[in-house]
């Protein structure tokens, strides 16, 4: 029966790969990877031979027709990104949005996201909070930071190490100095790391401290 198989991989830690995906990713008929290479060395290490095509942001509207055609007759197709659950800040919607409009089933596995491990360990309230990715690098930053001034739920943003400085300041002037916030970064890997307290002590600790490796910026909410 066609399916497409939405399989979560490790953010860092290869141990974080589950069972099931393991099972999932030797079964199916064909793996559709954001990057070839790099998903290339984690199927090697779990000794899985199954063919792989790419399938990332810049040709994802050109591949999806072919992959939708294979599934329609009967294949089914596993969906990895380089690190974590295909979608998230990743590509993944278009093909999961035309094998739903094509009456394919889509099922997506559990598994490793960076943003929920640092959101826990943040030690900022959880109970609610809004997930805002990437922001824009330029045409309309300002503008979302302008909306999300009033936000009263926890924030989570993703960042590169070399915008981080930029962001925190920016996040600073926006949300205010004492704001508290956390920065998590190399989550589950060897070097991981969670500096937290306000955006003033963030900025002062990164100026000192170039930081390295993917990073997730959780960010408290408007008090009332």
């Known amino acids: ?8 991989t490790p953010i860092g830690n290869l141990e974080d790969i589950t069972f099931r995906a393991v099972r ?12 070839t290479r790099t998903s290339g060395k984690l199927l ?17 509207h050109a591949s999806v027709e072919k992959v939708i055609s294979r599934l329609a007759h009967g294949e089914t197709a596993a969906l990895i990104s380089d690190a974590g659950t295909p979608a ?10 035309n094998c ?12 490793p996201t960076a943003f929920v491990p640092a959101l826990v360990t943040a030690g900022l309230p959880n109970d609610k909070f809004c997930f805002e990715g990437f922001l824009p690098v330029k045409k309309g930053r300002k503008t979302r930071l302008e909306f999300l001034q009033n936000e009263k739920r926890t924030m989570v943003f993703y960042e590169s190490p070399h915008r981080l400085l ?11 100095a004492d704001r508290q916030a956390a920065v998590c970064r190399e989550i589950s890997k060897i070097h991981e790391e969670t500096v937290r307290g306000s955006l003033q002590d963030l900025v002062a600790h990164f100026s000192d401290h170039p930081p390295k490796g993917e990073i997730v ?6 008090k009332d």
């Not at 029966?1 to 979560?8: A, D, E, F, G, T």
């Not at 998230?88 to 949005?97: E, N």
């Not at 739903?100 to 598994?111: R, S």
């Not at 910026?217 to 408007?222: D, P, R, W, Y």
């Open 1 to 8: 029966m066609s399916k497409l198989y939405v399989i979560p």
């Open 24 to 35: 999932t990713l030797k079964e199916v008929d064909f793996i559709l990877a954001e990057d």
């Open 44 to 60: 090697k290490h779990l000794e899985i031979t199954t063919k792989m095509y790419a399938h990332h942001k810049f040709n994802e």
């Open 88 to 97: 998230i800040s990743d590509p993944g919607y278009l093909v999961v949005r």
């Open 100 to 111: 739903i409009d094509a009456g394919i089933a889509v099922e997506c596995l559990p598994g």
């Open 166 to 176: 930029k962001t925190l300041g920016q996040f600073s002037e926006h949300f205010g």
């Open 217 to 222: 910026l959780i960010v408290n909410g408007q």
